[in-house]
């Protein structure tokens, strides 16, 4: 008895080590927070106000701060991940349910440490583990501009999240183990372009949320690395920007890659999917120096050689159901020799989306189609019109098997096991 009561204090002594050492590990570089009241409505300065919104354009905020068909910035959107769902807050200026009690210190100390006004620790939905390294007069000036904003009443809806990923104390392990507060320094040895590109493409556009792997828990493993990533919930791939066979930047020259972020489309390419909504919403609304500053950071990333390999065996009959289904469904827009429409019709000959490892994009596309965003440079956009409704699981299997293993295409094939997995 007393040898059980023994383990049983020590066990609570050494919860409570871990309980203290977690306390003091998130905080950590904790940012100061002033007492200093809200700023008075039009209290900014008009230029500061339209530095705000533009940043705040980098940052994509509406994307998950707008409900769809809601009231931009009044949160509400539920993010899903793998854990449960997490919903936005409200960022207008609301006096109960919004930032109308919130000072520049408040909202710098959410950007740069995680914190809500009240101290509570954030969810990393939120991704203050890359806004962490955006500047206070960043921060400030996008606080600027949310507070300019029509006080919205929109009551913070509770987070639907499993235990015990819903309690703050898992949140703290979490942040001690992987979150640490950081500042966007300059390399010395890298131009002025490349390290604006670094502060936007790690900082405010935070790539590496999508096109960087994440760990079981939901870590990012290497936030410098770019090496692509499955998107959890989404059923899409974000590539890799490290690879010249996926997404590689560093054979394109850079006028190609800003009209990639402004447009979404370019000779032989154009985004869909979770790419097409950063550009209708953040890149193409920024200016032409910062997207040629992404350009250069981008295309200096280090590449990964593809690795080499053989001819990859296919079987017969599933290429000929295949063959069969494109000539139906798919040649009348990407033609019999798979090099679509030039503007109009992107080439599935030869293309990277096509015939990398990954054929998530291609099944994505197929079975719930989708459109490249709509922009200034290219307003009205072909779309690709979805087919999972027509097909079954052999027959997506088999187009997408054909597809890969065409013109000159020499991806893996495509099993239906692979699309119910």
Not at 157 to 182: G, K
Not at 257 to 262: A, E, G, H, T
């Amino acid at each position: 008895m007393r040898l059980r009561y023994a383990a049983l204090l020590g066990l609570l002594l050494l919860v409570a080590g871990l309980a203290g050492t977690v306390t003091a590990l998130n905080l950590r570089d904790e940012s100061p927070v002033t007492d200093e009241p809200p700023p008075a409505a039009g209290a900014a300065a008009p230029e500061l106000l339209a530095r705000g919104e533009y940043l705040a354009r980098a940052g994509n905020c509406i994307g998950c701060h707008s409900p769809r068909g809601g009231v931009p910035f009044a949160g509400g959107r539920g993010i899903e991940t793998p854990f449960g769902t997490v919903f936005s807050s409200n960022l207008t200026p609301d006096a109960d349910t919004g930032l109308g009690a919130w000072n520049a210190s408040h909202f710098w100390r959410a950007m740069h440490n995680g914190r809500s006004r009240d101290g509570r620790l954030l969810y990393p939905a939120f991704p203050y583990t890359h806004y962490t390294r955006v500047t206070r007069a960043d921060s400030d000036a996008i606080f600027a501009f949310l507070r300019s904003l029509p006080p919205t009443r929109a009551p913070q809806r509770t987070h639907a999240l499993r235990f015990p990923y819903d309690s703050q104390a898992a949140l703290a392990v979490w942040r001690a183990l992987y979150f640490t507060p950081e500042v966007h320094r300059d390399d010395p040895a890298r131009p002025a372009d490349w390290n604006r590109g670094s502060y936007l493409v790690r900082g405010l556009g935070h790539c590496s949320a999508c096109h960087a792997a994440r760990n079981a828990l939901g870590a990012i493993r290497d936030d410098e690395s770019l090496a692509g990533a499955a998107l959890p919930m989404q059923d899409w791939y974000a590539p890799s920007l490290n690879s010249p066979v996926e997404a590689g930047l560093a054979g394109w020259d850079a006028a190609r890659v800003v009209q990639l972020l402004k447009t979404g489309q370019v000779p032989g390419a154009s985004v869909m999917g979770p790419m097409a909504e950063v550009v209708l919403r953040s890149t193409q609304h920024l200016s032409e120096t910062d997207l040629q500053a992404m350009a250069a950071y981008l295309r200096a990333l280090p590449q990964t050689p593809p690795p080499k390999r053989g001819p990859i065996p296919r079987d017969a009959d599933q290429m000929a159901r295949g063959k069969r289904l494109y000539e139906q469904r798919c040649a009348g827009c990407h033609g019999d020799d798979g090099r679509g429409v030039p503007g109009i019709y992107p080439p599935l000959a030869g293309n990277r989306a096509v015939t990398m490892d990954s054929a998530a994009n291609v099944v994505a596309a197929i079975a719930s189609g989708g459109y490249p965003p709509a922009t200034a440079g290219n307003p009205r956009p072909f779309g690709m019109p979805p087919f999972g409704h027509e097909i079954n699981n052999e027959d997506l299997a088999a187009v997408t098997t054909y597809i890969r293993g065409s013109w000159g295409n020499d991806a893996a094939p495509v099993t239906p096991f692979d699309l119910t997995r």
